[in-house]
């Protein structure tokens, strides 16, 4: 007996799980190419083949009737694919039959025409019988090719009926015309199916795009009057306030620099999931901060951004939870040895560093290999020691004063999970990393550099909610190669540095 993999396992009882106590599994039958047997052409029978032949116009059906009621005769002279055998029922009925229903007055009757279907293995309907019956004929709703099937799995006709009603008044018959304009333009596509998918979705955006253009403009709307009424008060103090003006007149330019760098370090950070890190401490060390204060700077700074980051991409739906809990507790522990070993040896981070550059240029152009590889899957054999993985980006983060983005969403991406899914992890359990790593550095260190800290706190908090916006509208293939990108430019930058430095 072949067993599913874990994962689809777990998909079927999840999905057991939703289905509730209905366990039908809906259908469409072509009856045009098989053979129904209605046995029974009372009442009964007739609405059975009302509805066979409304559904299936060319539907190949015989009926088998004692007494047979005049409309039955009169669908047969319209439908040439009906055959009427006025007769009582016999086993071998059945013989050519592919489809049966038995639609008689007769209980006995049914429960032998039952057996009679369940010894040639063929699936039956009994009239009124739910419990008789191997398939139900559901109540149709129809917009000329759109076909909506409603099941109550036997327990209300009624509530099936009043159902049919409202869709159908709800639905409108343009429907019909919309689906083969739609046909239309799915024949005309060429290419791989992603770029059919990505134009047939462009097509699609114009019946929601009213709403969403509603709640973007007030969304800027918002953002726009909290942004000017920010300007107006600065510019009043600045103009009307001696106090204020000298105040501000006195902050340091440091502060500024570091302000619009964290800007755009977590503008790129927040969008595709790492760098900022890196990218800030490079610039702290250029500007003369030592590496310890360096690093300190960089993960306060990331206590806001990546709590802000890691909300929006938890409101989008971005977080794999089960990720989550395997890379929280080993990160958190590596980010605090990581944070007392580099307060206690400031200039422990330049023997690392080579290393990590090494590594992550590596999975830059692994992931980059990814991206291009047209139609290609993504790697079934997904990373397991994540627990492991975790514990070593939380250390060298620390140590390096960035790191966590590129060594564990590279690694998760080249693994094989989900780009997106990934990012989202790592912004948000990056949050405690960062908390814990600040928390550990302020307990060690005496730091003269907070106008760089509290820059790059303001800079990075501004940009991230807009970083996370951009990341979900952003395609799997994007992220993947903007990673390997920045990955590979910056590991070979460090990696120069080091060996010019050596030699």
């Avoid at 489809?99 to 699936?123: C, G, P, Y």
């Avoid at 001696?242 to 977590?266: D, R």
């Avoid at 990341?471 to 910056?490: F, G, P, Q, T, W």
Wanted: overall charge positive; proline content about 4%; some cysteine.
């Amino acid at each position: 007996m072949t067993l599913l993999p874990k994962d689809k396992r777990l998909n079927v009882v999840r999905d057991k799980k939703i289905a509730g106590s209905n366990p039908l599994f809906p259908v469409f039958l072509k009856l045009n190419t098989l053979h129904t047997v209605l046995v029974g052409a009372g009442n009964v029978g007739l609405e059975k083949l009302n509805a066979i032949l409304h559904n299936s116009p060319e539907a190949k059906v015989t009926v088998i009737a004692l007494d047979i009621l005049p409309p039955v005769y009169t669908l047969a002279e319209q439908f040439k694919s009906i055959k009427i055998i006025q007769k009582a029922f016999t086993d071998d009925d059945l013989d050519t039959a592919d489809v049966v229903i038995a639609a008689t007055s007769d209980s006995e009757l049914n429960k032998f025409i039952r057996q009679s279907a369940h010894d040639r293995k063929l699936l039956i309907n009994v009239a009124d019988k739910p419990d008789l019956c191997d398939f139900y004929l559901s109540s149709i709703v129809q917009k000329g090719d759109l076909k909506i099937a409603i099941s109550t799995n036997g327990k209300s006709p009624t509530i099936a009926k009043r159902l049919k009603e409202v869709l159908n008044e709800g639905l409108p018959d343009e429907l019909d015309i919309t689906l083969q304009q739609m046909s239309d333009l799915r024949n005309s596509l060429s290419g791989d199916f992603a770029h059919k998918v990505k134009t047939l979705n462009k097509v699609t955006s114009v019946l929601v795009e009213p709403k969403q253009l509603e709640k973007k403009n007030l969304i800027w709307l918002i953002w726009g009057t909290i942004l000017l009424s920010i300007i107006t008060a600065v510019a009043a103090l600045w103009i009307k306030e001696p106090a204020f003006k000298s105040y501000v007149q006195g902050i340091s330019p440091m502060f500024y620099y570091f302000l619009a760098a964290g800007f755009v370090f977590a503008m790129i950070d927040g969008a595709i999931g790492m760098s900022y890190g890196v990218t800030s401490t490079t610039f702290s060390l250029s500007m003369g901060v030592p590496p310890a204060s360096a690093s300190m700077g960089v993960h306060l700074s990331e206590i806001m951004s990546n709590g802000i980051a890691g909300w929006m991409h938890y409101r989008m739906g971005n977080i794999n939870w089960k990720l989550f809990k395997l890379l929280l507790i080993p990160g958190i522990v590596g980010a605090v040895t990581g944070a007392y070993l580099l307060s206690s040896l400031e200039h422990y981070s330049q023997y690392t560093k080579p290393f990590v550059s090494i590594y992550t240029l590596i999975l830059g152009l692994v992931i980059l290999s990814k991206a291009f590889k047209t139609g290609a899957k993504r790697s079934s054999e997904k990373i397991k020691r994540i627990s492991l993985l975790g514990l070593g980006g939380g250390f060298i983060d620390a140590v390096g004063g960035g790191g966590w983005g590129s060594i564990v969403l590279s690694t998760l991406i080249a693994g094989g999970r989900h780009p997106r899914f990934s990012l989202g992890t790592v912004k948000l359990s990056r949050f405690f990393i960062a908390l814990m790593s600040s928390i550990t550095f302020i307990t060690m260190l005496n730091s003269n550099h907070w106008e760089a800290v509290a820059g790059l706190v303001i800079g990075s908090a501004i940009a991230s909610p807009i970083a996370a916006k951009i990341s979900n509208r952003i395609s799997a293939k994007a992220i993947m190669i903007a990673v390997a990108v920045i990955v590979i430019l910056i590991s070979i930058k460090s990696i120069i540095a080091f060996l010019m430095k050596v030699l």
